[in-house]
């Protein structure tokens, strides 16, 4: 019974690169977010995504950076042109509902991302 | 948007002494979860609790909604407590917040 998943754990780019961070949900799930840790912070939401639709990227930036959740696969964060400011800790989390309370989020082990 | 505020921000105990980290919430919520984040920055779910009093071992939670506040209670801390602690709740618009961390440090 695996948990989420997220790959790799460690992500180091330079300057101008593209970044993927990938993310499985636990099995069962397929309400998928992505939040985003600077250092010594707290998570920051993102985009919220179900199977193949985006439901919410409130907290996206609007440049270099989009998610999406295919059919079959895993939901894919991807940043383009990466920049310093990006370095940071990219966490995945899934539920089996959403908006029906009670539900919990459950998080993978994260995607450290340097930008060198 | 809805301000979610812990306390204290740093913690350092020593082993076997008990503690209270507090989650307040500037707004009604439906939603509160406790997180642990380890050393190496798993986050860990500890307790979902919106409402009410729930234990699981040395931890125990209790949420007093109409009072917007959590308290996460860690009795007799071990090295391995060690970390940073965090409340989340749901936003009105049901997208999770989370509070800047109560980061614990049990000496050994």
């Known amino acids: 019974n695996a948990g989420v998943m997220q790959n790799p754990r460690h992500l180091v780019r330079r300057r101008g690169q593209e970044a993927r961070l990938r993310c499985s949900p636990m099995?069962?799930?397929?309400?998928v977010y992505w939040y985003r840790q600077l250092p010594e912070e707290g998570l920051k939401f993102m985009v919220y995504?179900?199977?193949?639709?985006?439901?919410?990227e409130s907290g996206m930036p609007k440049e270099r950076f989009s998610a999406e959740f295919p059919k079959e696969g895993p939901s894919i964060l991807r940043i383009q042109q990466v920049v310093r400011g990006d370095s940071a800790a990219y966490f995945c989390?899934?539920?089996?509902?959403?908006?029906?309370?009670?539900?919990?989020?459950?998080f993978g082990p994260g995607t450290r991302l340097t930008v060198t | 948007g809805i301000q979610v505020e812990q306390s204290p921000p740093d913690l350092i105990l020593q082993e076997g002494a008990n503690s209270t980290l507090r989650c307040n919430f500037s707004?009604?919520?439906?939603?509160l979860q406790w997180f642990h984040q380890n050393p190496w920055g798993q986050l860990i779910n500890l307790f979902y609790?919106?409402?009410g009093t729930k234990q699981n071992g040395r931890l125990s939670a209790t949420t007093v909604a109409t009072e917007r506040y959590s308290l996460l209670y860690i009795s007799s801390s071990q090295t391995t407590d060690s970390g940073v602690y965090f409340c989340?709740?749901?936003?009105?618009?049901?997208?999770?917040?989370f509070g800047k961390g109560t980061r614990l440090h049990i000496l050994p």
């Open positions: 707004d009604s919520v439906n939603n």
């Open positions: 099995k069962g799930h397929s309400h």
């Open positions: 989340a709740v749901d936003d009105r618009d049901d997208k999770i917040i």
């Open positions: 609790i919106p409402s």
């Open positions: 989390a899934s539920s089996l509902v959403y908006r029906t309370y009670p539900y919990e989020q459950y």
């Open positions: 995504l179900q199977k193949e639709n985006i439901i919410d």
